[in-house]
């Protein structure tokens, strides 16, 4: 995973290669707003945590999480995260299949020495649960605003508590070195 890293690239980086969607990414990240219990957060340089996330800038769900994600990172100390493209790298995208599909943004948490901690995607559990429910009955871009519309209220929230969630490091939980 080391290597993979390595090879990822920051948000910013990726967000200025974007070829779609590249005003959403970028609005969602400068609208984002941590909430309370995120603040004071921190990880030691022996503890520090690297997400590398799975993405591709044409993916709604990615663009409306993602930045969140880059967000947190940006203001708490001991968080890293780089993004892959899924198409570039179907190797990795192959072992973390979604019910059989690609589904993306996967983020996966790493520690100092690449080793993996968990993982999580494509969707806040909520959504997804939502979205499974409703997609075969419901036409596509019904679904979609109802999706762009929860994402709206929930602003990156579930997705800051369930990216944090699988290496323990929740709200409220100080995670110091």
């Not at 899924?86 to 059989?100: A, C, K, S, V, W």
Request: with cysteine; aromatic share 10%.
């Amino acid at each position: 995973m080391t290597a993979l890293w390595q090879s990822a690239e920051t948000f910013g980086a990726f967000v200025a290669g974007a070829t779609s969607n590249q005003d959403l990414w970028g609005g969602v990240y400068r609208t984002a707003r941590l909430p309370e219990w995120t603040k004071g957060m921190t990880r030691g340089p022996d503890k520090a945590l690297r997400w590398l996330v799975i993405a591709e800038d044409w993916c709604g769900d990615a663009s409306n999480t993602v930045p969140v994600l880059a967000r947190f990172v940006e203001a708490t100390p001991g968080y890293d995260l780089r993004i892959l493209k899924r198409d570039e790298h179907p190797e990795i995208m192959d072992r973390y299949l979604t019910n059989g599909s690609r589904s993306i943004p996967i983020v996966i948490a790493l520690d100092v020495e690449g080793k993996v901690l968990g993982h999580w995607g494509p969707r806040p559990r909520e959504l997804q649960d939502w979205v499974l429910e409703n997609k075969p009955r419901m036409p596509s871009d019904e679904l979609y605003r109802h999706v762009r519309r929860w994402y709206a209220k929930d602003r990156g929230e579930t997705t800051l508590r369930e990216v944090l969630g699988i290496t323990g490091s929740g709200p409220g939980e100080e995670a110091e070195g």
